[in-house]
């Protein structure tokens, strides 16, 4: 993949759609959350034109306190999941990542400066003054090996009216590894959103 990846989506908007575009503007995928759904379930296309299925991610319960998210491929074989740390995400962010049919964490995505998605948050929620937020705070997003070694960064970026990221890779990984820590990021940002 052509890093650094482009992870764009519109605040407007009633039902989350997440563009993902590589270094030189070529589409990666495409996500699109409905709305109204009791269990949440999240599909990727390739792009917007949603002809091509790539994967699907599914939360194993109805309430998203502590989650767990697998993501399958159109055959329905599971490539990795997500689950979020419940108490520990209300301060800041925090995800494990899981590999295909594994109960222990592979990577851990972290919040680098908590304060920044706090600060974020609360400007954001000020009539007239929030929509500056985003061109002051920007919340980083790393996921490490449980050595420590970071292998991604996804960093929120300045814009108006649309949430814009940009992700980095850090470190050496597999292209199943890379896969399930796009995906956990997917997720993240639609899980996220309202707080940073």
């Known amino acids: 993949m052509n890093y650094p990846l482009s992870f764009r989506f519109k605040l407007l908007a009633l039902s989350p759609q997440i563009y993902v575009q ?3 503007g070529q589409p990666v995928c495409y996500v699109k959350q409905k709305l109204f759904r009791l269990r949440e379930k999240v599909e990727v296309h390739t792009n917007d034109n949603r002809n091509q299925l790539i994967c699907t991610i599914g939360a194993d319960r109805i309430l998203d306190w502590s989650a767990r998210y697998t993501f399958r491929d159109a055959a329905g074989n599971e490539l990795g999941a997500v ?3 419940g108490m520990r995400s209300l301060w800041s962010a925090h995800y494990d990542v899981f590999g ?3 109960t222990t964490p592979a990577f851990s995505i972290r919040e ?3 304060f920044a998605k706090l600060f974020d ?3 954001g929620e000020i009539p007239l003054i929030g929509f500056l937020s985003s061109y002051l705070f920007h919340p980083r997003y790393v996921a490490c090996r449980p050595d420590g070694t970071a292998v991604m960064r996804l960093t929120k970026k300045a814009a108006f009216f649309e949430g814009r990221f ?3 890779k850090l470190s050496d990984a597999s292209d199943a590894e890379e ?3 796009i995906l956990s990021y997917l997720m993240m940002n639609l899980l996220e959103r309202k707080r940073g």
């Open 112 to 114: 680098e400066n908590p």
């Open 121 to 123: 948050g609360f400007i």
């Open 22 to 24: 590589d270094a030189a």
């Open 100 to 102: 295909p049919n594994s």
């Open 166 to 168: 940009k992700l980095e």
């Open 83 to 85: 689950g979020r740390r």
């Open 179 to 181: 896969m399930s820590i």
